[in-house]
């Protein structure tokens, strides 16, 4: 095993994934990590947020401010539809994407209970949905039968009370699987470890340190109790984020976000939950028109042969901001992505962690 601080680097700065290597130019200077547990900022029961301040902009490529009304919440016809058709007196969130030169691959995500962000660069917006299903349930988020790379995550739910009463209904991942069959590579990361499989020969790290690690193609970055990169050298490269909470929380419990940050290898055959996307997806998006929620119009959407009731909203990225994120405009699409994905969302459920392309 060889430590290249070098490649590492480099790889930090294409990906904007940011660790000790790369402080030095990030614009606004993280504050200093304390030791103990964060807590993570959770939705409120309407899916709002509260009011934080957000990662600098240029870190991420996204800013949040408010004002009484929306001038660009996705793109253009958009904006001038929700401005003139919609009667807004209460300031409501308005956001502004920001596209970087140097980042030529979207990024395709699953977090929290989960949310699963699809970038849509074509169109200078996002989409989004949910899936729901049951603690211990995993879930096929990648897969390409010609790389040999497969991504799979399982479920966990919220603590459950003293008698056994289940407290809440939500989901989060607990586990992800990432293998790759032609480097005979398994990769096992949980809120506690990282578990690297590498033919006979096995590796366990722990989330409280900051290593950078390369052998041959692969390189393993993990930020200490904040997120880890790996990349293959062979056009895949995935963030990971923990999400830890206070240990005496009486309802949740840590878990983990996924992120594809360069999937521009992998073949036209890639397929799950994010991989159908990584070739690109086209909507049309028309007769935008007030919801029962003032601050999230409903519409009409166009894609894939289907006529869908969307929901404009907003999600969270926390590739590289674990503790707050940065808001993500999305259309929403309702019933686990029912019209948006292919098929339904039980066809991507898989028997085991590790389950083969």
């Known amino acids: ?148 790379i497969a991504v799979n995550g399982q479920l966990i739910g919220d603590k459950k009370s003293s008698s056994g ?13 990432i293998s790759h069959k032609l480097m005979d590579l398994k990769i096992e990361v949980t809120p506690q470890k990282i578990i690297v499989r590498n033919g006979k020969r096995m590796t366990v790290f722990s989330w409280l340190e900051t290593i950078s690690m390369t052998q041959g193609s692969l390189t393993l970055m993990i930020n200490k109790k904040k997120n880890m990169m790996l990349s293959t050298g062979d056009g895949a490269a995935f963030v990971i984020v923990l999400h830890q909470v206070w240990k005496k929380h009486p309802l949740h419990q840590d878990f983990l976000g996924f992120y594809t940050v360069d999937s521009h290898k992998f073949s036209e055959k890639s397929h799950g939950l994010l991989g159908q996307f990584f070739h690109g997806i086209d909507f049309e998006v028309s007769d935008i028109h007030p919801s029962s929620n003032p601050q999230k119009p409903d519409a009409t959407m166009f894609v894939k042969n289907h006529k869908l009731t969307v929901t404009r909203g907003w999600q969270k990225d926390y590739q590289n901001d674990p503790k707050i994120g940065v808001i993500v405009p999305c259309w929403f699409v309702h019933f686990n992505g029912t019209g948006l994905i292919d098929g339904v969302h039980t066809d991507y459920i898989v028997p085991s962690l590790f389950s083969s392309v």
Request: hydrophobic share 25%.
């Open 1 to 148: 095993t060889l430590f290249r601080s070098e490649q590492a680097l480099q790889l930090s700065l294409k990906y904007h994934f940011v660790t000790p290597l790369t402080s030095m130019v990030v614009t606004k200077p993280e504050d200093d990590e304390k030791d103990e547990p964060l807590i993570v900022d959770k939705p409120k029961e309407d899916g709002s947020y509260s009011d934080t301040q957000h990662s600098n902009p240029q870190r991420i490529g996204y800013s949040y401010r408010q004002q009484s009304i929306p001038q660009n919440i996705g793109y253009s016809d958009i904006q001038k539809s929700i401005g003139q058709n919609i009667g807004y007196s209460d300031p409501i969130p308005q956001f502004i994407v920001y596209h970087d030169a140097g980042q030529n691959t979207p990024t395709y995500s699953a977090d929290y209970d989960p949310h699963f962000i699809i970038h849509v660069p074509e169109k200078n917006d996002s989409l989004c949905f949910n899936i729901d299903e049951e603690p211990g349930v995993v879930l096929n988020l990648v897969k390409d039968p010609l790389s040999g």
């Open 165 to 177: 009463e289940k407290l809440s209904n939500s989901t989060y991942f607990g586990k992800i699987g």
